[in-house]
């Protein structure tokens, strides 16, 4: 306790024990102020630990030891808002007599606090009495909302976020607020709601209520919030002092008074709270950087330079900061400010403050010991007791424990007995896991929830069979094996196919081999990513190889590509292969389908050339495919293999998949296009709005069935359009 000797201590260990009879017959007399003579009984108060936010009153009593002088008490007063004290019970203290005032301590941070009360009389000068305290967390992870700073006719709205520390729900049974310019209303903004909007399950965290502060008058505010839960008894609450400073002064405000990132552990993922600002100027003001100060390697600020406009309402989101909690290495990496600075001589920086808790530790558990492997044949249930190790430095209380909905069906929980204690550095037994496997393969990979004292767990639980999935890459339509389709006995021909890792584990793939003759296979990439990425970046893997290699290892959520190849030669008729890749669980086999036959497709004209044109003149050329097979051939896919997007074409309508054999087959018309490639910055374009009024206007382009001139007319425009611009100074 601060400010207080070894002396002083012994003085109120006895001192506070005195009721008022024993104090009365007391003959010590303490000084004060002007030395006149007055005795105050306990001879200084000390609250001790109380919690943020958690009012704690005590009585304090005056005696008048004088038998001759009345002393008249005029006020009391203190010089911090953490301490509030009472009027007397009577003004006036005759001879021999006593009065008494309460004290209240409503500690608004944690840390130590002393004060000076100072007691006015009318003749015998200024007593003073000394009082201490020291505010620790609220249990409820509450905190008042101080130092807020908002321009006239804007608003102030956090939300009143309530933690339940108990091992049964918590219900919020009042909330009030004090004064004119603070309301409160659901964070939903919804007008009223049931009693369940206000219960709050055992260790977690919830938004009850958003407490609106709005005026319009510059001033420093103060309003309070009450809060009861069912946890109180009858005189027991909560109490939330808001401070808020509302001013006329242009300048850059925040939206929150600070950013609290609330209780994270180690092994958390990153919090991340915006911060949103508003511009009260009558200027745009630039923001220029936003830093944590000082600086904090567990802080991330995400920032792009922007420009506030003047006079703005509504508040813009300028970054977004990022805690991570397993970068904070020391209790001052907790707190700290974020600095904001504007392109603006007049206006001051704007400092937010932030704050995290951070609990330092985790359970640990055998990762083995919630890893299951499905087989093809049925299988025995499985039991597993699951042991936890708590490295916090507190003890660990967990209160239930929930299965994933998808789980259900395989797994159950075996003797857990809530709530299960493990204390700091030890290891204790929690439950037994079933597990009742299925005869159908599917995967699992889930967490079971842990509701602890210091938040939720995550358990990981993960079943697998160990297979492969695979499919074959676009354009093939058979995606579950491989098909060449009608090949020339002269020709060779490439396929890719994938296989992914969904399982939870990683895999070993050990070899792969093809089966027939004419085959080839080699291994083209290996990624993280989906089919959906595998798709994406084909055009990337159709150029790619890794043939050096004989083995991988693929890792959950990767996939590798191969390509394999088949070289017809001599195989004519029916071809059937596979292609084998073995892993530690199975044997995944792939079919290989083609038929080879004596003949080819021979394509009329051999070359296509196409007529000139331009932009608003849409030209194109048929294309005729001979099949000198012996058997139909069918069209699977035309495709471009340039990029050029002016060159496109149209399937004939009717027109067959199968090229019949020994005759030639028109197939499609190849278009060129040239407006597809300028857009709207085409140098030309004539569209008709009647046939007797043709009308230039630039940049649009024309349809092939509205021009009816011939290619010189054409021509003309094109030089004369050309020159105006060059004559105009346009390029």
Known sequence: MAGIGPSTSRVMQTETTLGLSSYQQKSISLYRGNCRPIRFEPPMLDFHEQPVGMPKMEKVYLHNPSSEETITLVSISATTSHFHASF??????????????????????????????????????????????????????????????????????????????HSEPLQVVEMYSSGGDLHLELPTGQQGGTRKLWEIPPYETKGVMRA????????????????????????????????????????????????????????????????????????????????????????????????????????????????????????SQFSGKITVKAKEK?????????????????LGFDHAATLFHVR?????????????????????????????????????VHNFSKPV??????????????????????????????????????????????????????PKIEERFIDFGVLSATEASNILFAIINSNPIELAIKSWHIIGDGLSIELVAVERGNRTTIISNLPEFEK????????????????????????????EGIHDGAIQITTDYEILTIPVKAVIAVGSLTCFPKHIVLPPSFPGKIVHQ????????????????????????????KRLRGNKEDLEPGKKSKIANIYFDPGLQCGDHCYAGLPFLSKSEPKVQPGVAMQEDMWDADWDLHQSLFKSWTGIKENSGHR
Do not use: C, W
């Open 88 to 165: 007397f019970q009577n003004r006036k203290i005759l001879p021999g007599g006593n009065t008494s005032f309460d004290v209240v301590f409503l500690a608004r941070v944690v840390g130590n606090v002393e004060n000076t009360l100072f007691i006015n009389t009318s003749n015998h000068g200024v007593f003073t009495y000394q009082v201490f305290g020291v505010g620790v967390p609220n249990p409820y992870r509450l905190r008042p909302f101080l130092g807020a700073r908002v321009p006239v006719n804007s608003s102030f709205s956090p939300i009143i976020n309530i933690h339940n520390p």
């Open 622 to 649: 048929s294309l005729n495919i001979m099949n000198s097979f012996s058997q139909k051939v069918k069209i699977q896919q035309i495709r471009s293999l340039s990029e050029d997007v002016r060159f496109y074409y």
């Open 212 to 331: 609106s502060f709005s005026s319009r008058e510059a001033d420093n505010h103060t309003a309070f919030i009450r809060i009861k839960t069912n946890a109180s008894d009858s005189t027991e609450f909560i109490i939330l002092p808001v401070e808020v400073e509302v001013t006329t002064a242009p300048g850059i405000y925040s939206s929150t008074e600070m950013l609290d990132f609330g209780t994270l552990r180690t092994q958390d993922l990153p919090k991340v709270l915006n911060l949103h600002l508003l511009n009260s100027g009558t200027k745009d003001v630039p923001i220029t950087s936003i830093r944590p100060t000082p600086q904090n390697d567990a802080i991330t600020v995400h920032f792009k330079p922007i420009t506030l406009k003047a006079s703005e309402s509504k508040y813009t989101k300028v970054a977004s900061i990022s805690f991570d909690a397993s970068k904070a290495k020391k209790p």
């Open 376 to 412: 093809d044949s049925p299988a025995d249930p499985v039991e597993r007791p699951i042991y936890l190790t708590n490295t916090f430095s507190f003890a660990i209380l967990i209160h239930d424990v929930l299965l994933p909905e998808e789980a259900k069906t395989m797994f159950k």
């Open 544 to 571: 790619s190889s890794l043939s050096d290699q004989s083995s991988v290892t693929l890792a959950s959520g990767y996939f590798a590509v191969f390509r394999v190849k088949l070289t017809a030669k001599k195989l």
């Open 421 to 474: 204690l493990i204390l700091p550095n030890e290891s204790g037994y929690i439950f037994t896991l079933l597990f009742m496997p299925s005869t159908s393969s599917m995967h699992i990979d889930n967490n079971i929830l842990l509701i602890t004292n210091a938040s939720k767990f995550h358990l990981p639980v993960r079943v697998y069979t160990g297979f492969l999935d695979y499919f074959v890459l676009p």
């Open 346 to 362: 007049s206006y001051s920086k704007l400092e937010i403050p932030y704050q995290a808790e951070v609990l330092d530790g985790y």
